[in-house]
């Protein structure tokens, strides 16, 4: 098996997870249907949903369907699993100009570690995204460098 084919393969795995989990994570009680939420923030939240699992099977489509221009769709498909990711980050950084917080009462609680006095708080919705952009990046780059196959 070439890395081509690899790496095809492994970018459609994700963007599929990518779809699913935004859909599993987003469309319940911690989210779109959380009770203190405003219903324009759930409509949104829906919305960006929808996206998200749409940009996943056209990033599917683009890898497994048969046509010319193999190499680009790759690309495209790879561009098209990050763009949720630097949208995440674009949020993050601008959160401080729209009040915006990386968790609710009643949504997914920051993971909680305790290092010698100190404890830590880690939003699981970076660490998920931290983890995506490397996978997509070393996906690109089995893509790029890997031994294809003649």
Known sequence: MNSHLISRGLLAVFC???GAATIALDLNRTHAAHPQWLGHARFHVVWQTGTVAALAIVGCSLLWLHGPL????????????????????AALFARGLYGGTLSDPGGIPPLRLTMGRRQLRIDLNLVA???????VLAIVALYRFGPAAQ
């Open 16 to 18: 599929a997870i990518q």
């Open 70 to 89: 193999q190499p680009e769709r790759f690309y495209l498909a790879a561009l098209l699993a990050l763009l949720p990711i630097f949208g995440f980050f």
């Open 129 to 135: 995204e931290i983890a995506g952009l490397i996978t």
